[in-house]
């Protein structure tokens, strides 16, 4: 598939592995109304290539990103205005439903997602990180729940998917204060993987980090994520049955018969995408 190009986002396939930057570091990355659409496209075109196999996210400039630009938040009641007060509110409704898909793109997307997180990371932000498989960070990370400073709930996937990561308790605090946490507190709380220090050694980490995900089986890792998240929002009971199913049609494959071929051969799996 050929590689789309976007206004608010810089986009490379490098290999196997898809490059997505936030690119509007003159705002710190602050998600306006083309950026949210964007990602959705961005991740549809990761989910839907056959020859990309992990996405890495990360952010342009000095901040990962700001969260979602005020301007737009500012423009919400003229866009939703409508004579009927019943009418104004679905259509609000509506658009927060739609806000809330463009993120879960990243969670719908069959590729692991890997974000790349340096300078704030805070509000809308936060909801865009807690999408993906797995989050690194710099020691000038910093993430928190803005969106009670400025007297709303948030909205659009960090208290549904916050209190997964670290826990119901830990999540009220950040949600109730909006206070900061930096880059080891996310990492001790399980938000983070791992503090790589530098942007530099951030980069150099998650790519080593992407390029062996990438070595995988596909197969495999699509069933991988496909099963944790549905295991994260079942019972155990519930899980279990799944990956018998999953497995009944999916385990046999060529990728299987690779692996071991490989492993008698003493040599690197070649798989297919």
């Known amino acids: 598939m050929t590689t789309p190009s976007f206004t608010t986002l810089a986009v490379h396939q490098d290999g196997a592995v898809a490059h997505i930057q936030l690119n509007r570091p003159d705002k710190s990355n602050a998600l306006n109304a083309a950026m949210w659409q964007e990602i959705r496209a961005a991740f549809e075109w990761v989910d839907q290539s056959p020859t990309i196999r992990v996405a890495l996210l990360s952010g342009a400039g000095k901040n990962f990103c ?30 927060i439903l739609d806000l809330q898909d463009c993120l879960s793109s990243l969670e719908r997307c069959s590729k692991p997602v890997i974000a790349a997180i ?33 007297g709303m709930v948030a909205d659009v996937g960090t ?28 990492v001790r709380l399980g938000l983070a993987n791992r503090n790589f220090g530098t942007a530099e050694a951030l980069t150099v980490g998650v790519q080593a980090l992407a390029a062996e995900i990438a070595g995988k089986s596909p197969l495999a890792i699509r069933g991988s994520k496909e099963i944790l998240n549905y295991s994260r929002d ?9 990956v018998a199913t999953w497995n009944a049609a999916m385990l046999i494959s060529a ?12 040599r690197a799996p070649r798989f297919a995408d």
């Open 255 to 266: 990728d299987l018969q690779e692996s071991m071929q490989a492993k008698l051969e003493k």
């Open 66 to 95: 700001a969260g979602i630009d005020l301007a737009m938040l500012a423009g919400v009641q003229q866009q939703t205005a409508h004579p009927d007060g019943a009418r104004s509110r679905e259509k609000l409704r509506r658009l």
């Open 118 to 150: 340096q300078g704030a990371c805070v509000g809308g932000a936060l909801d865009l990180v807690t999408c993906c498989d797995m989050r690194y960070v710099t020691d000038d990370a910093v993430f928190s729940i803005k969106e009670i400073d400025i």
């Open 234 to 242: 079942h019972s155990v009971a519930d899980g279990l049955n799944y």
């Open 159 to 186: 208290l549904q998917r916050l209190p997964r990561l670290i826990g119901d308790g830990m999540t009220r605090e950040l949600a109730y204060t909006g206070r900061n946490v930096e880059a080891d507190e996310a």
